[in-house]
């Protein structure tokens, strides 16, 4: 793992520094290559995740406390990579507005808001909706990091969403169920908590790499996750089966720390139209890897919401003409 990691790093140092530029302008929406790498990186191992956690649960393991192990896990597996490749170092200052975004809003509020949806809603439900980041995204990305959206991207928007509302069937849902408005309204608030995370990495971007930042923000996680676990589900666990464990050991200890790294990258560098965009593939992945593996059918609804999603991800990351 800690030469997967290396090389990541090596890659994205020698990705070419784009030039700073006045704010909105159109060549600083220009797409760095190592950004859509990572973004890649982050759409197979995150959307790999969630059918792998929708069976541990199923295997009898508990939502809160499924998501303690996973961000103890992870934060675990950043501190041993980076003391075994010398870099371990406290943040710095300049650091901490990105440590406490991402560690209490993309990490903490996300699992937690997103894996006790799946007590309310089906786990597949919620793998769509807690990755709609772009709805938040739009009006953050005008309001607080005035960044230019072109016609483009507004068309690329369009055909995320459009994606995402075919892939959730809205029509098929009771909304008179007060279990489903609760559920529905979790994913909402861990879509918002990770595209707030987002935009506030790029409006105060760290002066440490994401990768030297990772185990604290996933320890700060982790002690925001403890205490809510002991509070909400104080019989709760993993659960007896070796299984569950052995997903959460592949999830908190490889999936985790080097998909929410290339998350991390992603937002940092790409714009966060294209980012957030992007980020609608995971839910699409994750249902594919359902598909493949728990024997979930492929409807006409997955194939074209995918596709949706697919086609504003290559229209908001296509290159512009110069």
């Known amino acids: ?33 190592a950004g859509l790498v990572q973004l890649a990186g982050s759409i197979v191992l995150l959307g790999g995740a969630w059918p792998a956690t929708k069976y541990a649960f199923m295997l009898g393991a508990t939502p809160a406390w499924f998501a303690v192990g996973r961000a103890g896990l992870s934060g675990l597996a950043a501190f041993a990579a980076l003391a075994l490749l010398g870099r371990l170092r406290l943040p710095r200052r300049a650091d901490l507005p990105a440590v406490f975004a991402v560690g209490l809003l993309q990490l903490a509020a996300f699992f937690a808001l997103a894996h006790e949806a799946t007590s309310w809603i089906p786990a597949g439900r919620t793998a769509i909706l807690a990755n709609t980041t772009t709805i938040w995204i739009v009006p953050l990305s005008l309001i607080v990091l005035g960044e230019a959206i072109s016609p483009r991207r507004w068309i690329a928007t369009g055909f995320g969403l459009a994606g995402v509302a075919v ?3 809205p029509w098929s849902i009771d909304w008179a169920s007060r279990q489903v408005l609760i559920g529905h309204a979790f994913l909402l608030g861990a879509a918002l908590a990770f595209a707030v995370a987002i935009v506030a990495v790029r409006a105060r971007p760290p002066s440490s790499t994401m990768l030297e930042l990772l185990p604290w923000c996933f320890g700060l996680a982790t002690l925001v996750l403890l205490p809510l676990a002991l509070l909400h589900a104080p019989g ?17 200890l490889v999936a985790g720390p080097v998909g929410t790294w290339c998350v991390m990258q992603a937002s940092a560098t790409l714009p966060a139209m294209v980012a957030s965009i992007g980020f609608l593939a995971t839910p699409a992945a994750g249902l ?12 006409p609804a997955l194939i074209a919401g995918s596709a949706l999603i697919l086609a504003g991800l290559a229209t ?5 003409r110069r």
Request: charged residues 10%.
């Open 236 to 252: 709760g666990g993993i659960g007896q089966n070796p299984g569950a464990w052995l997903i959460l050991g592949l999830i908190g």
């Open 316 to 320: 908001a990351a296509w290159p512009a």
């Open 167 to 169: 892939l959730v069937s």
């Open 288 to 299: 594919l890897l359902a598909a493949l593996w728990l024997g979930e059918a492929m409807t």
């Open 1 to 33: 793992m800690s030469r997967l990691i290396n090389v990541s790093q090596e890659v994205v140092s020698r990705a070419p520094k784009p030039a700073e530029t006045p704010r909105g302008s159109r060549v600083s929406q220009a797409i760095p290559p």
